[in-house]
């Protein structure tokens, strides 16, 4: 049984020539049941970024503490 989170940035973070803002917004569906969508090295939270921004997350060295998420089911 999967999950689904919406997910936003806490703030504007500049790193490695990449830009995350609090405008980039992304609603992800985890492939098992948990409690935070990062719990799994965060693999649908980077292809979803990377699928809707082109943003590289492993490049902007981002962590779980970047963002804000709210369980939506």
């Not at 020539?17 to 693999?43: D, Q, R």
């Not at 490049?59 to 804000?68: R, T």
């Amino acid at each position: 049984m999967s999950k689904v989170f919406k997910i936003t940035p806490k703030r504007i973070k500049r790193t490695n020539g990449t830009v995350l803002t609090p405008e980039m917004t992304v609603t992800v569906t985890t492939a098992i049941h948990t409690l935070n969508p990062f719990s799994n090295g965060a693999k649908e939270v980077k292809e979803a970024y990377q699928r809707l921004y082109g943003f590289d997350y492993v490049k902007a060295c981002c962590n779980p503490n970047d963002f804000d998420f709210v369980k939506l089911d």
